[in-house]
């Protein structure tokens, strides 16, 4: 019997690595033409003494991107004005913080090290979830994605003050305890 349940378990784990693995696919597929350079779990003063955690800094022509994913599926319901949205998923109702609120601190730490580049933030829930209520703004699912990048490609190109502020915070982030500088993927 225990041999059953472990290889049961095994046969969960790896269809649910399998689909984070599509998932995190279809996100990169979205991502690679806008995509110059690309840091991931990049560590950035937050400019009040503190430290901000960004999942994915994307150069662009446009500026930079700042992308927070949440793996979060069913009916989401929230607003950057409420502290906690719901996940409702077979009935049954979850809180969790609101996601703009790290993304656009995010924004913010970025500001100073990046002065007069455009910076465009996105949370997007790569799970099977929809907004019945409205999704709001700087939110995407992996399916709406590429429409709502849209905006950002028609703002005007930033080439060489993008690189240079990128250049810069490369200098100063942190990945795994070590200088970003060395991770960039191209």
Known sequence: MAVVVLFLLL???LLRRRRHK????QLDKVLRPLRKEEVRSVVIPDGIGGLIEIDRLILTERGLLVIETYPISGHLFGSEQIDQ?????????FKFANPLRHIHNAKYALQPLAPKVPIFCRVVFT????FPKGRPDDVST???LELD???MQEAPKMTASSKLA????LRIARTNGQAAMREVKS
Do not use: Y
Not at 127 to 130: G, I, L, W
């Open 85 to 93: 949205w719901t996940q409702i998923i077979e009935g049954r109702s």
């Open 149 to 151: 990048l849209q905006a």
């Open 166 to 169: 990128w250049e810069r915070i």
């Open 127 to 130: 799970a099977d979830s929809d």
């Open 22 to 25: 599509v998932q995190s696919g």
């Open 11 to 13: 046969i969960l784990l």
């Open 142 to 144: 992996l399916q709406s």
